[in-house]
């Protein structure tokens, strides 16, 4: 069992910055592939940014490419998701995700964290 909590949101102008947290329990983070996935309003969850088990291999959505930063810190079992140049379309809640692998579906989900940009 994995449980995941999410942090660092809150609101912010765009232009800003925020850096989101996800702390794991377990002794089993390392092995896992860590996700974050958005839902703004009136939409269905969607897919941010991915980063294997060993930090490695990363990958984005088109829509924040070259904005967002994934990392990881095994040994502080945690995963962090830094959002640079926040758009008001980046208003969302913020949820993180891992799965043993990445090709097998994401496994555990946080409760997620809000976050708003306003114009």
């Known amino acids: 069992q994995v449980q995941l909590v999410e942090s660092g949101g809150g609101l912010v102008q765009a232009g800003g910055s925020l850096r989101l947290s996800c702390a794991a329990s377990?002794?089993?983070?390392?092995?896992?592939?860590m996700g974050w996935f958005r839902q703004a309003p009136g939409k269905e969850r969607a897919f941010v940014a991915r980063?294997?088990?060993?930090?490695?291999?990363?990958i984005y959505a088109d829509s924040v490419k070259g904005r967002f930063t994934i990392s990881r810190d095994n040994a502080m079992n945690t995963v962090y998701l830094q959002m640079n140049s926040l758009k008001p379309e980046d208003t969302a809640v913020y949820y993180c995700?891992?799965?043993?692998?990445?090709?097998?579906?994401?496994?555990?989900w946080g409760q997620g964290t809000q976050v708003t940009v306003s114009s």
């Open positions: 995700a891992s799965s043993p692998s990445l090709t097998l579906p994401w496994t555990y």
């Open positions: 377990g002794r089993t983070f390392s092995s896992y592939a």
């Open positions: 980063i294997s088990a060993n930090g490695g291999d990363t």
